[in-house]
């Protein structure tokens, strides 16, 4: 929240003045410090899907959910605090947020990653804010962000969704912003496809999580970029992608291996 708040001040930008915290999912790592910013940010209101809205008033499930899935890094990120009701706008598909007089932010929803996930687009510019219906993204190389429970043809039809939008340039969540917005679209969907036929395919023969990790690593040459993390980093990454594993591998389309 602080380099938050410091981005802002070297933007010029005063906290009074900012009117929306757009929160693409609720997972620990993009919306849990929502409650304690706000109270930074005193005319802004929360935009979230619909599904989001319960976990932000009441954040305790959300936040049992987290520890059983991160553990201690769920603590290393924090204790969630609540959203006031009245601070929380419900966006929908097609949901439009005007943010001056040329700019405006189309809400398109794309369950997948998250069933109460949600991407931004900016058409004037072909700018999308994918949040992780993209994927991860770190120096470059992407990764599938598919945990439990995961819905390939949700997520499928989100992509094919974005896709249809023709973006020329593509914001991650995790991480930066790429001017080959489409192609990067599509080469995820092939990626997620063959991330799943192989995973799936290990998991019936009860193959651990952690030897299909291996078993990616040696297929996957995105996953280089795990060469370029220090300790702390690579163990976040391997828990990630971990659980990535196991949702394609256990619970695609909700039915147990």
């Not at 094919?160 to 969907?189: A, M, N, T, V, W």
């Amino acid at each position: 929240m602080p380099g938050l708040l410091a981005v802002l001040e070297k933007a010029a930008v005063t906290p009074a003045a900012v009117d929306y915290m757009i929160l693409t999912h609720i997972h620990l790592d993009h919306a849990g410090g929502t409650g304690t910013l706000l109270k930074n940010l005193p005319n802004a209101t929360v935009v979230a899907h619909s599904r989001a809205k319960s976990h932000l008033i009441d954040p305790t499930k959300l936040w049992e959910a987290s520890l059983k899935t991160l553990g201690d890094l769920a603590i290393k990120y924090g204790q969630i605090k609540l959203v006031p009701a009245e601070r929380i706008l419900v966006a929908g598909e097609d949901t439009k947020l005007r943010l001056g007089e040329n700019l405006e932010l189309e809400v398109c929803l794309t369950p997948g990653h998250a069933a109460h996930h949600l991407s931004l687009f900016e058409k004037t510019s072909g700018m999308l804010f994918a949040g992780e219906a993209a994927g991860v993204c770190i120096n470059g190389y992407v990764r599938p962000a598919t945990p439990a429970p995961f819905d390939l043809e949700a997520t499928l039809a989100s992509l094919d969704k974005l896709i249809s939008l023709k973006p020329e340039r593509i914001c991650y969540g995790h991480f930066s912003c790429y001017y080959d917005g489409l192609k990067r679209l599509k080469s995820y969907r092939d990626k997620l496809l063959r991330w799943h036929e192989i995973v799936y395919s290990q998991a019936k023969k009860r193959t651990s999580r952690e030897q299909i990790f291996a078993v990616m690593r040696g297929l996957d040459d995105d996953l280089n970029y795990l060469d370029m993390l220090d300790k702390d980093e690579y163990q976040r990454e391997f828990r990630l992608i971990v659980n990535s594993i196991y949702g394609m591998a256990a619970l695609t389309r909700g039915k147990p291996v």
